[in-house]
């Protein structure tokens, strides 16, 4: 089998790292790079966190991370911490903060693209401020790239930030709308109804989970606890997996029950509906432009990543917090 080329373009939070777990330790990637954007939390706590899961996989080093744009093309920043807290649930990595490359992730995704023409595949689980730039500084960019999975929108159905938006598109509606125009070859996985009924994970889940007592569950039962909170405060019984999901469906398609394909719009002149994603299933006499996930395996895709967390992998280095309860 030959690995996937792929970078992650992340705000590096709670199920992003999830989301990089399968991209460091999935056979069927490689990844070549983490490129980070505004969005969950503060950029040098994405940093923070992006470390933190390079040493629960082992390979703290071994991937470079690419700090990208800094706030929205148009708008100004909008956190998610009330959501997720600082990402990871308070852990810490012993010693000195490692390194990050000189390179701008822009750039990283440019060189990337162009190194892998029609191969790259890029997991965007953030708002996509990044390839909004790379595309607008590189007219070979979307030829270059092979595609592009996006986490973010709601098929005909509610937002999460507000009633009409989800959070990835809300906080750069306008990068999201120059992206579906853009002519890249994208696959959608939604909030609603998708992430909602198909990538929630109970308690009942998260115990056996807990009880596999693996440094990587441990990793993941205390980075999805901030967010858990949160969720079952706003009715969601679980936590919510949207990221780690993408990177699934890229890297294993059979997960895939249905599809089709949308006309994608994003909303940025209404306050109202700021970051609204219209999806039009072809009854509007509209060109798709992004195939939608619409339904996944969710026992399978819960025994994927429950399956990766019993891996026993030691951590690069000390993580202070990941001790046995
Ligand atoms: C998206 O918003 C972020 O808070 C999560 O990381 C995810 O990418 C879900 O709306
Ligand atoms: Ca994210």
Redesign the pocket.
């Known amino acids: 089998m030959t690995a996937v080329p792929l970078v992650i373009d992340?705000?590096t939070?709670?199920?992003?790292c999830v989301a990089l777990l399968a991209g460091l330790l999935d056979p069927a990637a490689d990844l070549r790079a983490i490129t980070m954007v505004a969005?969950?939390v503060g950029f040098d706590q994405q940093v923070r966190n992006a470390h933190l899961t390079l040493a629960a996989a082992g390979r703290l080093g071994e991937v470079p991370i690419h700090l990208g744009c800094r706030r929205p093309l148009v708008r100004e920043w909008v956190s998610?911490e009330n959501?997720?807290g600082d990402?990871s649930g308070g852990l810490a990595l012993a010693g000195d903060e490692p390194g990050v490359s000189e390179e701008h992730a822009v750039d990283a995704l440019i060189r990337l693209a162009a190194d892998a023409p029609g191969e790259l595949q890029i997991v965007c689980?953030?708002p996509l401020t990044n390839i909004a730039t790379a595309l607008v500084k590189d007219p070979d960019f979307v030829r270059n790239v092979g595609s592009l999975w996006i986490?973010?929108g709601s098929n005909n159905g509610r937002g999460?930030?507000t009633a009409a938006a989800?959070?990835?598109?809300?906080?750069d509606p306008e990068a999201a709308k120059a992206v579906f125009s853009a002519g890249f070859t994208i696959t959608v996985v939604p909030?609603d109804p998708l992430?909602l009924r198909d990538a929630v994970f109970g308690r009942e889940r998260l115990a056996q989970i807990a009880e596999v007592d693996t440094p990587l569950a441990r990793f993941f039962t205390r980075i999805v606890s901030a967010?858990l909170a949160f969720d079952e405060s706003v009715g969601i019984p679980g936590s919510?997996h949207?990221?780690s999901l993408?990177a699934a469906v890229l890297l294993h398609p059979e997960l895939v029950l249905a599809a089709g394909d949308y006309a994608v719009d994003i909303e940025t002149g209404s306050e109202l509906t700021r970051g609204y994603s219209a999806m039009s299933w072809g009854v509007h006499g509209l060109t798709p432009n992004a195939r939608v996930i619409e339904r996944i395996d969710s026992d399978a895709f819960f025994a994927y990543i429950s399956g990766m967390l019993a891996c026993s992998i030691t951590p690069s280095r000390e993580i202070a917090g990941l001790e046995r309860a």
């Not at 989800?166 to 906080?171: G, K, L, Q």
């Open positions: 992340t705000d939070a709670q199920d992003d969005g969950n998610a959501v997720h990402g689980i953030g986490m973010g999460n930030i989800e959070y990835n598109f809300y906080v909030w992430t967010t919510t949207p990221d993408t």
